[in-house]
């Protein structure tokens, strides 16, 4: 037993030894299934979004591929590790919450470490899915993203989904036979901040992309094989620009008609520009009843095959029993026949009383807690 701790301490502290870079942000649903994060670009190469604060203040910095590689090798040996201790525990080498209560009673400051504590939940769920950090991993040079998955996929061989965020407008002005070969290189999804199909609107909140860019980049990157899911954000035009908002945005969305398309409505974060706007009156936000409508006419206005998602806290009108208006799991409505259980679930949200909904007032004080 003295000799399995002090195997097991040795362990532990070359797992103090191991780290690599993690990004701040992934979308929910990578967050569900405990995808590995792996931070292949920092930050947003674009970051003038007026609503978003994700990135402020922090320079992008493009990674070289041999330092990403070094990151992947590092998660394959922290894994390692983890399955090694386990064997000394009689575990058979597998990952388990046990595993994981023995390395911690030995180094109680793992707990702490993020890139100890990413790959074991990682391993923990079945070490099946990984996300590339952060605003548009689809910047990088093909090649070298390339290089990057190829690394990815044959040393992590667990692996059976690789996700990430990307920009649209990168996405318009890229080749489509570099798409095709970052798709076969073992990139299978990309999420994409839409926001909105409104030309005015996407000047306004300084989005650096067209509709017509939009609708490219995403008719592009299904047709190179991509799995796409797409993010508008309802309330973003306000009270005044919702109509104009909501039918734009469901014509591009029925143009590219994604695999996915997620609704994040708009809280004002402090620290943007947007948040100022509201605070002086310039930009009157929509009530949880004007939002239900510009859901309607959104809604309404689609034509597609995609899954509808309100899988974010956000999404948080009431039905009639005080539950949830809307499901929130991650494979969403399946348009086109579910739509008409939405548009009802609209209506329905619509017949209770406005005070029963969370304002965005409410949320942003949930979000800044
Ligand atoms: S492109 Fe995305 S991450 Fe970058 S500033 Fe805009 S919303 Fe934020």
Redesign the pocket.
């Known amino acids: 037993m003295m000799a399995d701790r002090k195997g097991l301490r040795e362990h532990v502290e070359r797992l103090r030894a191991l780290s690599f870079k993690i990004g701040a942000y992934r979308p929910p649903s990578e967050g569900g299934s405990a995808s590995l994060l792996l931070r292949v670009t920092e930050n ?6 007026t ?2 604060e ?2 402020k203040g922090h320079r992008f910095v493009y990674r070289p591929a041999q330092e990403i590689k070094a990151d992947i090798d590092t998660v394959a040996a922290i894994r390692d590790e983890i399955a090694a201790a386990s064997w000394m525990l009689g575990m058979g080498g597998k990952i388990t919450r046990e595993a994981g209560a023995a390395l911690l009673a030995e180094g109680r400051d793992l707990i702490g470490n993020s890139s100890f504590s990413t790959v074991f939940n990682w391993l923990c769920s079945g070490g099946r899915t990984a996300f590339l950090q ?3 991993s689809m910047i990088m040079r093909a090649p070298e993203l390339v290089a990057v998955l190829e690394h990815l996929r044959e040393t992590l061989t667990s692996l059976t989904r690789v996700t990430t ?1 990307a ?1 649209s407008k990168t996405l318009a002005r890229r080749k489509t036979q570099e798409l095709r070969m970052i798709r076969e290189a073992g990139l299978d999804r990309l999420h994409i ?1 839409l ?1 909105t199909g409104d030309d005015e609107l996407l000047a306004r909140v300084r ?2 992309v067209t509709r017509a860019e939009q609708i490219e980049g995403g008719r592009k990157a299904i047709a190179a094989g991509f799995q796409v899911s797409e993010y508008w954000m309802p309330d973003l035009g306000g009270r005044e620009r919702r109509r104009q908002h909501a039918e734009n945005t469901a014509s591009a969305l029925s143009a590219i008609n994604p695999h996915y398309i997620r609704s994040r409505p708009l809280v004002p974060r402090p620290g943007t520009p947007l948040f100022e706007e509201v605070a002086q009156g310039r930009l009157c936000l929509s009530s949880p009843h004007e939002r239900l409508e510009e859901l309607a006419w959104m809604i309404g206005g689609l034509d597609v095959t995609s899954r509808v998602c309100f899988d974010h806290a956000m999404n948080a009108w009431s039905d009639s029993g005080g539950g949830l208006l809307f499901r929130q799991d991650y494979e969403g409505y399946r348009f086109p026949d579910e739509k008409p259980l939405v548009l009802e679930r609209i209506r329905e949200g619509l017949a209770v009383e406005e005070s029963k909904h969370v304002h965005v007032r409410e949320l942003m004080a949930a979000q800044s807690l």
């Open positions: 947003c190469p674009w970051n003038r979004c609503f978003c994700m990135y952060d605003a548009d965020y920009r901040g926001e989005k650096g």
